[in-house]
């Protein structure tokens, strides 16, 4: 059943199956947990990155494609259900008809954009993509009657999904069993239908000739793959599971704006985190994107603590004051990817 | 002339240039069913480049190639591949980090055209498995079915890529010197498998090899090519005697014969 569940595709590693344990039961009862509207909040962030990190390892880890325009597909996702609900405000036709535009949307882009350049060179395709999340993010800022233009869209979502909405009056564990919670839910469950999903495709045997055109292209042609076909597949596919994460986000945040879904900052953390964790194994972005947001959102806070701890020392509290948080994220990830190079998956499973 | 008369593979006036140079010249040759022809020449003579230009690596410039009589001139690598023309590449090519097994099982699921299942678990697909473990065992690989093929020694490694060039069942099997740079004593268990094959007389095998004990003992029939042209086609005997490969391959390469 749980291999059936994971397609037989299993941590393989003891480390990293209390670490994915810890992170699943963290996330499944982060409410109860991590009661207060920031953890939901940070929860529910870490639900979306991890689907959208794990369906850019299909891409980078799997098939050895470089795209920058995952975030340009997070987006599209994003603004179709932003769009639909300012036009239908609290439906869940609205969400539906969104989510299914959107990626209707994302596929067919990213349909095009690899057929017109994947045929050519690889590192062709990671400029074209460059270049069309660009144009996108400013068609997103200029055209502000559809799009809210910088400030984004803020809109309501059905009353069931919001804090008004009580689904029992008795509250369990301490917790009030209101839409806010549903809200969570929704996006936790889809998080991780998806991210089993993912684990699918990647396990298949479509997923193994990916495999196989990463590791050596020609050969894969030789023994009869058209790669140009499969790596079509692969980026149409990276980008409808990226689009319903950037609906998924729409629906948790009620707002949609150019930074919280196209900015090229975005991108660069979803690299990030891959890297981090692992590229090439899906769990690899289970646990990148659940440590880079921890760290982005709770080290300034730590820091804060270690500063006024050590009080009156000299050099050592303003080394680690709380306004250098930036600086220290970066160390952090320099020294990971310095002894962790295939990632802290690639560590926990050759350690084993 | 009737569709039985065709020979299996053809070639017809095949040639490529690389701007002036004329790498394979005018090359027309017939591979019938069940034959073992050996392909040799000096280095630099074309004959790795008039494979390239069969199983579809190289576009040629002019000329063409048929198999059973169809021209297969325009067709891609992986659509020839398909047809029945399978290629072992003389420089080790193969899936480095995944493993003995996978590297053989790919093979086997692009024949049955697999490879486009989304949604079935590859490990759940058993007699793929059963199948690629048979190939190893006959290469002598199944005790390390499980390692990387970059863990290989070199000798393992040219066995493997022979198991995965047999996995693909092809009607043509094209050998760029299979036995280059093994060891003394892990040659025969190709050339063993190679004799299986031929001794099927079913298959079509192209072969290019530069042990003449290897080409005399195998071959029913030797082509030379010397700079880009066949320049002789006959028994082995007959070839190896002749004049014009006294002088353009055996003189030269003596030390190697």
């Known amino acids: ?352 | 002339m009737p569709a039985s008369s065709h020979p299996v593979l053809e070639t017809e006036n095949l040639t490529i240039r690389f701007g002036g140079h004329v790498a394979v010249d005018s090359v027309s040759c017939r591979y019938e069913s069940g034959s073992l022809t050996a392909i040799v020449g000096p280095n630099g003579a074309g004959k790795t480049t008039y494979f390239n230009m069969i199983s579809g690596q190289l576009k040629a410039s002019a000329g063409q190639v048929r198999l059973f009589g169809e021209d297969i001139t325009g067709l891609s690598a992986p659509a020839r591949t398909h047809r029945g023309i399978g290629r072992a590449f003389q420089l080790t090519n193969l899936f480095p980090n995944l493993t003995v097994l996978e590297n053989v099982r790919l093979a086997i699921q692009s024949r049955r055209g697999l490879g486009l299942n989304l949604l079935t678990r590859a490990s759940a697909l058993g007699s793929l498995i059963e199948e690629a473990e048979i190939l190893l065992d006959r290469t002598n690989l199944i005790e390390r079915a499980g390692e990387t093929a970059a863990a290989l020694p070199h000798g393992g490694q040219r066995r493997l890529e022979v198991a995965v060039l047999v996995a693909l069942e092809p009607e043509v099997l094209m050998f760029d010197e299979p036995t280059a740079g093994m060891s003394a004593d892990e040659v025969p268990v190709i050339l063993d498998l190679i004799r299986e094959i031929k001794g099927d007389r079913t298959k079509t095998v192209l072969l290019v090899e530069h042990k003449m004990d290897v080409v005399r003992s195998l071959a029913d029939r030797i082509i030379v090519l010397h700079n880009g042209a066949l320049v002789a086609d006959g028994p082995p005997e007959e070839v190896i005697a002749s004049p014009i490969v006294q002088e353009a391959y055996l003189g030269v390469r003596s030390g190697h014969a």
């Open chain 1, 1 to 352: 059943m749980l291999n059936a569940l994971l397609s037989g595709d299993l941590p393989r590693s003891r480390g990293l199956t209390l670490i994915l344990l810890a992170i699943l039961v963290g996330l499944a009862f982060a409410p109860f947990l991590f009661p207060g509207t920031r953890s939901l909040n940070t929860a529910a962030t870490i639900c979306v990155f991890i689907v959208l990190v794990a369906s850019y390892d299909l891409l980078l880890g799997y098939t050895g494609v470089v795209s920058f325009a995952h975030t340009m597909f997070y987006g599209i996702g994003a603004y179709g259900v932003a769009i639909m609900l300012e036009l239908w405000p609290a439906s869940w036709g609205g969400i539906l008809l969104g989510s299914l535009a959107g990626l209707a949307v994302s596929i067919a882009l990213a349909f095009v954009i690899a057929l017109f350049s994947l045929r050519v060179r690889a590192i062709f395709f990671a400029m074209v993509t460059l270049a069309v999340s660009s144009a996108f993010m400013i068609l997103a800022s200029q055209l502000s009657g559809l799009t809210g233009g910088e400030d984004g869209l803020s809109y309501r979502v059905p009353r069931e999904l919001g804090p008004a909405f009580k689904l029992i009056d008795t509250e369990i564990l301490g917790v009030k069993v209101d839409g806010r919670l549903l809200n969570y839910y929704l996006v936790f469950l889809a998080s991780a239908g998806l991210v089993l999903l993912l684990l699918r495709f990647v396990n298949a045997p479509f997923g193994r000739v990916l495999q196989a055109i990463r590791e050596n292209t020609f050969r894969a042609e030789a023994i009869g793959y058209r790669t140009v076909i499969y790596r079509t597949i692969a980026v149409c596919l990276s980008a409808g599971v990226a689009s319903l994460a950037g609906s998924l986000m729409a629906i948790w945040l009620k707002y949609t704006g150019p930074d919280t879904t196209l900015s090229l900052t975005i991108m660069i953390d979803i690299l990030l985190m891959l890297v981090i964790g692992g590229m090439g194994s899906i769990y690899g972005a289970v646990l990148g994107a659940t440590l880079f947001i921890l760290a982005r959102n709770y080290l300034q806070n730590l820091m804060d603590i270690g500063a006024s701890a050590l009080g009156d020392l000299p050099l050592l509290p303003a080394l680690i004051d709380p306004d250098r948080w930036l600086l220290w994220l970066g160390v952090l990830f320099i020294l990971s990817v310095y002894f962790f190079p295939s990632g802290i998956v690639g560590r926990l499973r050759a350690g084993r």
